[in-house]
């Protein structure tokens, strides 16, 4: 199978971690160098915008391509202040999935530094997680900063091809 370049380290297999100290694992090719090409699965990238109030909430939605499965294996984020919190659910099964951890019960929310990473070392989703075409993911901000905040996420995956979709299911 054809395999290319890993474009986050640059096929070094490693990256350094966000204080640029150390050396660490690339988390997209798992220290490789090399990512091995998927037939049937295309890069793609779903990126959300939110302006938070200050001390407020705010959702945002992202609509899932309408002919494509997506595969959700990085997340990452650009905020104005560490201190926001973020929930994500996604309703394809029928029952909403909270991806962020439920501790606090009915709310859901976890900071946004232990759920997205930068794009520099993104988070990745191990498993990968599949959302089905024409599905939305939900998002809510939650500032605690008493300022606004904007939160910029995007979600890297790969978009499943409609042959491949139907011999996966």
Not at 47 to 62: A, E, F, N
Not at 131 to 151: E, H, M, W
Request: proline share 9%; charged share 15%; net charge positive.
């Amino acid at each position: 199978m054809r395999t290319y370049q890993c474009h986050v380290c640059k096929g070094s297999g490693a990256v350094h971690n966000p204080m640029r100290t150390l050396w660490q694992r690339c988390p997209m090719c798992e220290g490789a160098g090399q990512i091995q090409a998927t037939p049937g699965k295309k890069p793609a990238w779903y990126t959300l915008k939110i302006d938070v109030p200050p001390s407020g909430s705010q959702p945002g939605s992202i609509q899932i391509n309408g002919r494509k499965d997506f595969e959700l294996q990085l997340l990452m984020a650009t905020y104005t202040d560490p201190r926001l919190l973020v929930t994500i659910q996604d309703f394809s099964g029928g029952e909403y999935w909270t991806i962020s951890p439920n501790q606090n019960y009915g709310i859901g929310i976890v900071p946004i530094t232990l759920i997205a990473g930068t794009a520099q070392l993104p988070f990745p989703i191990r498993p990968s997680y599949r959302i089905p075409k024409n599905n939305a993911v939900n998002f809510v901000a939650t500032d605690q900063s008493g300022a606004p905040n904007t939160l910029n996420m995007v979600m890297y995956g790969l978009s499943i091809l409609e042959d491949e979709a139907q011999q996966a299911a």
